[in-house]
């Protein structure tokens, strides 16, 4: 299975950018990067995925180097509801068969006035 | 759209006790999974079906069943619950095996 290693906390103040990067190693050819936010006593939520180079949305980017091996989730301007636990997730379900649904220990982020 | 709901949100059972869970998704999704998460730890997958009539082993199958009749409805079961079961249980949903996965709301399970 497809392992990730995150920092397992990171503190921040409002209104600061946050940039959380996941190591994925043994990434594979057909993998996508794909981060999710999860708060306390909710189910994760998307964020945002990609495959390689930049990705933007409205909410985050995600910076993705030429060898894909870590990626980089950036968080413009956090304010409190941002805290939260963050986790990178590398690959899916495979088309031939099996899995690589390992989501990790995540990063909790926690935002301070 | 409801998105993907979970029945019940808690429940405490007694070791032996069986049970099921209930995962329902309204997005004509085709593959769905189970996950279950314990304290400080992140989600890990129990099993997962690529569609209708299909379920396949995850990373921790072990004591638990699943089953695929209807296209949007993945059921979990605890034949015989044991206390290292206590967990919060999510259940989730998405197109294809690489995009998107929808979480539902998730239900604790407390196993005495």
């Known amino acids: 299975l497809a392992k990730t290693t995150q920092p397992i906390s990171m503190d921040s103040y409002e209104g600061q950018e946050v940039n959380i990067t996941c190591s994925h190693n043994n990434i594979a050819t057909n993998d996508y990067i794909t981060w999710y936010q999860q708060f306390p006593s909710q189910g994760p939520r998307f964020i945002i995925q990609g495959y390689k180079t930049k990705v933007t949305n409205e909410v985050a980017s995600l910076f993705i180097p030429a060898d894909r091996k870590s990626s980089t989730l950036s968080l413009p301007r956090v304010s409190l509801s941002d805290t939260a636990v963050y986790y990178c997730l590398v690959g899916g379900i495979l088309t031939g068969g099996g899995n690589k649904l390992t989501f990790g220990t995540g990063t909790q982020l926690k935002v301070e006035l | 759209n409801a998105g993907v709901t979970q029945t019940p949100k808690f429940r405490v059972l007694k070791t032996g006790q069986s049970m099921t869970l209930l995962c329902a998704q309204d997005?004509?999704?085709?593959?769905m999974y189970w996950y279950r998460q314990d304290p400080g730890m992140g989600l890990r997958l129990i099993h997962y079906?690529?569609?209708?009539?299909?379920?396949a082993k995850g990373e921790v199958p072990d004591g638990y069943n699943v089953s695929r009749l209807k296209k949007q409805n993945f059921l979990l079961g605890l034949e015989s619950a044991a206390p290292s079961q206590t967990s919060v249980y999510f259940c989730?949903?998405?197109?294809?095996?690489?995009?998107?996965?929808?979480f539902g709301p998730g239900t604790r399970l407390l196993v005495l």
């Open positions: 989730a949903s998405s197109y294809l095996g690489d995009e998107t996965q929808y």
């Open positions: 997005m004509n999704h085709e593959y």
């Open positions: 079906s690529v569609g209708e009539g299909t379920t």
